[in-house]
């Protein structure tokens, strides 16, 4: 057998007779290899384009949350705080706040029930990191459900710094934290007001620790916690927090100091918050848009070397694309949520070519004019009560003939169709597959497909390719013998012709 050394594993001594070399064979196999490259070139557009899909809905995502932000509350009430004295108190709300002023005088802040230790004797030649050399336990009333109590072994190799870390590592079941103050132990209850600072232990280990209440010689100080008292427009209150949000609905009001006069806090609405999402949404579909334009590109058709985006002539893009158009400028459904009709009656205008732009000027003049109106414009809902009705749509009756009744929530606004353009291209549900999902597995599909005709259509051209090799390999062979037979005759005959 020849040797082979060639790259495509044909004997390099294959045409030495013939003249038929591995480069003649790879000639009449890229003759046929023309349906392969155009497989190959399909499979890569087909790539390329679920990978402009991919992004497409990377981008409607982002768009789908834009238009999720205008739904929310919190965007269009989100409250700023002022305080004439925020060293002393200031306040914080929820969307749920109202719009409003509030005088607070604190009289007294809450405060945690603390035990100071006595005098550590066993500190006196010695760090808090070094060893103490007392033992016991600890236990303290569990805030568990079980309410087991929570006991923490000491041992005599510990140092303080060691027993405070004991005692912190359970604080959030015990309710109790443990701080080193100048060689002083410092137990005190997490929580503030007024309650009590409970735990029990080892006769010794307190003794040692300087925190037995008992002992008369090494007596530790002890103070009570207190609840906080202050008041809000006249009306006394008292919490046994610093932090109190059950007085004014939406509002938690954060106690620092005591004061002597009222200090003035309320709330406003903060109007940016709504112009920052209005904005974010206005570009997100103006990049969305874009983007589908660059990829729908067909670009110059009278050009030799004319390169069409992936998406030019996709139906599905081009349906997107006019969906979106329509969501963003069409007719709206009746809403008697909001006087406002078109986007652009609050500086929103659509051009020519489906771009949207933003007047912020006309924006802020009608969020400062109507809030509220200018959220129902954007997103309201409501409860209803409608007849409930079977698979086929059929009315629902009780036993006695009545109509079953039920609660639906109905939504109004601007975004309503938007989010649900997004939900038809996004969103996967029972029984019903997103339009990208229903794309992206059609891209699945014929990529398979073309994957086994691209293998069987390989295997075929290996098989050529052996073929020609077999065949030029015999006709080399045959030539070879044919040579040396004729170089044996022309031998003989010479032999016999110098007799």
């Known amino acids: 057998m020849p040797i082979v050394t060639s790259d495509t594993g044909i004997s390099s001594t294959l045409g030495s007779y013939s003249g ?8 009449l196999i890229e003759a046929e290899s023309t349906p392969l490259l ?21 981008r409607l995502n982002t768009f789908s949350k834009n238009i999720e932000t205008l739904q929310k509350n919190e965007t269009w009430n989100s409250k700023v ?28 802040l809450a405060t945690s029930s603390k035990l100071v230790s006595g005098e550590i ?19 303290f009333e569990s805030k568990k459900e079980d309410g087991e109590p929570i006991t923490i072994e000491i041992d005599e190799s510990d140092s303080l710094k060691d027993i405070t870390n004991k005692i912190n590592a359970e604080s959030k079941d015990t309710g109790v934290k443990a701080t080193i103050v100048n060689g002083h132990l410092v137990l005190s209850n997490v929580d503030t007001g007024e309650s009590e600072l409970s735990f029990t232990g080892s006769e010794d280990l307190l003794n040692d620790l300087g925190i037995n209440t008992d002992s008369t010689t090494n007596t530790p100080q002890y103070t009570e916690g207190q609840n906080a008292k202050f008041t809000i427009d006249g009306i006394a209150v008292e919490r046994p927090s610093n932090n109190v949000s059950d007085v004014i609905e939406g509002v938690t009001i954060h106690l620092h100091d005591t004061t002597e006069d ?13 112009i920052e999402a209005i904005n974010a949404f206005v570009e997100q579909y103006n990049s969305l848009m874009d983007f589908i334009n660059e990829k729908s590109d067909i670009g110059d058709p009278s050009k030799k070397d004319n390169k069409p985006g992936p998406l030019a002539g996709d139906s599905t893009a081009n349906r997107l694309q006019n969906s979106l158009k329509l969501a963003v400028t069409g007719l709206p459904d009746e809403n008697p949520h909001t006087t406002f009709l ?51 749509g059929n009315v629902m009756l009780d036993d006695e003939g009545n109509p079953i009744r039920e609660t639906q929530t109905k939504e109004f606004g601007y975004t309503v169709k938007l989010n649900d353009l997004m939900n038809a291209y996004l969103k996967d549900e029972a029984g019903k597959k997103s339009i990208y999902t229903t794309k992206d ?18 295997e075929k051209l ?38």
Not at 121 to 139: A, M, P
Not at 262 to 274: F, S
Not at 466 to 477: A, G, H, N, W
Request: glycine fraction near 4%; charge should be negative; aromatic fraction near 8%.
């Open 441 to 458: 597995e059609s891209f699945e599909k014929s990529i398979k497909q073309l994957d086994e005709r691209i293998d069987r259509f390989t």
């Open 81 to 108: 705080a002022t305080s004439s004295k925020p060293d002393k108190v200031t306040i914080s709300g929820t969307d749920k706040a109202a719009e409003d002023n509030y005088d607070i005088t604190v009289d007294q």
């Open 38 to 58: 155009r497989m190959n070139n399909q499979k890569s557009l087909l790539l390329e384009q679920q990978n402009a899909w991919k992004d497409v809905r990377l």
């Open 342 to 392: 078109y986007p652009a009656e609050l500086g929103i205008s659509v051009d020519k070519t489906g771009y949207l732009s933003i007047d912020e000027e006309k924006l802020r003049s009608a969020l400062d004019e109507d809030a509220k109106n200018v959220q129902n414009f954007f997103y309201h809902t409501e409860k209803i009560v409608v007849d409930k009705k079977d698979e086929l």
């Open 262 to 274: 009222a200090v003035r806090v309320g709330l406003v609405t903060d109007l940016e918050k709504p």
């Open 121 to 139: 004797e066993k500190l006196d030649d010695k760090t808090i990191y070094d060893e103490l050399g007392t033992s016991g336990q600890f236990e």
């Open 462 to 499: 290996d098989k050529k390719r052996d073929y020609y090799v077999r065949t030029f390999s015999r006709l080399d062979q045959a030539m070879m013998q044919a040579e040396q037979q004729m170089s044996f005759l022309i031998t003989q005959l010479d032999a016999f012709s110098t007799k």
């Open 20 to 27: 038929i070399t591995s480069h003649e064979i790879d000639k």
